[in-house]
C-alpha cells in the first residue's frame, strides 16, 4: 500500500486482499459455509463486529480463511474442500443425546436439513419437464406473472411484459426483480430471508 499520497481504488483492493486483513477471506468462507451448511461458523454473517456472535468454531473459520487466501482465492476449491468433508457428508438424521446438548447443531454432528430457495425449486421443475433453457448470460427475462399483480404496484406504474417464447423458461437467476410486484418466486425467496 502506498505510504504517501491518496489513496486509489488499487489500494483499496490490495489491501481488501492482503494478508494483514484476513477479515475478507473470513467473511467469504464463513458465507459460502452458511450457503452449504445453513448457518455460518459466525452465526451473523451480515456482522462480523463487535455487535456479532463468536464463531462457533475459530480455528476451523481461521484455517478455512488462510487457505482460500493462499490458494489464490479459489471458490471451487474452496466448495469442494468443505463439500469434501466428513462434516459435509454426515447423516441429518438427529441422535437424541446431541440434540439436548447441541439443540443448534453448532458442533456440526450431523448434517443440516435444507430447504431449496424457491428460484432454484422453480429451475428444477422446469429442468425437469425439459422446459429449462439454460443460456448462460443476457438480460433479465419475465416469466408470467398472475393476472393483476403487475397493477399492485405503486400508482399502477408496472407494465410487466412477459418474455415470448423460450426466454420465459430461464434460469431463476435471470428473472427481472421488480420490486413493487415481485414475481411469486422472487416474493417467497425474499419472505424466508426475512423470517
Not at 445453513?38 to 481461521?62: A, C, H, I, M, Y
Amino acid at each position: 500500500m502506498k505510504k504517501e499520497g491518496r489513496k486509489t481504488r488499487l489500494d483499496l483492493a490490495e489491501w481488501l486482499v492482503s494478508p494483514e486483513n484476513p477479515l475478507t477471506a473470513r467473511v467469504a468462507v464463513n458465507r459460502f459455509w452458511q450457503e452449504l451448511f445453513g448457518q455460518g461458523l459466525v452465526k451473523t454473517s451480515e456482522d462480523f463486529g463487535t455487535q456479532g456472535d463468536r464463531p462457533s468454531n475459530p480455528e476451523l473459520l481461521d484455517w478455512l480463511a488462510a487457505d482460500f487466501r493462499d490458494n489464490g482465492w479459489g471458490v471451487k476449491r474452496l466448495i469442494k474442500t468443505i463439500v469434501m468433508s466428513s462434516a459435509y457428508r454426515q447423516s441429518s438424521d438427529v441422535r437424541k443425546d446431541l440434540l439436548t446438548r447441541d439443540p443448534d447443531n453448532k458442533l456440526i454432528a450431523r448434517q443440516s436439513r435444507l430447504r431449496l430457495p424457491a428460484e432454484a425449486v422453480r429451475d428444477a421443475a422446469l429442468s425437469a419437464s425439459g422446459l429449462l433453457w439454460d443460456e448462460i448470460g443476457g438480460p433479465s427475462v419475465r416469466p408470467p406473472q398472475p393476472k393483476g399483480v403487475a397493477e399492485l404496484g405503486y400508482a399502477n406504474s408496472v407494465k410487466w411484459a412477459e418474455s415470448p417464447g423460450r426466454e420465459r423458461y430461464r434460469r431463476g437467476l435471470y428473472i427481472h426483480f421488480q420490486r413493487t410486484t415481485p414475481t411469486r418466486f422472487c416474493r417467497i425467496s425474499t419472505l424466508r430471508r426475512r423470517a
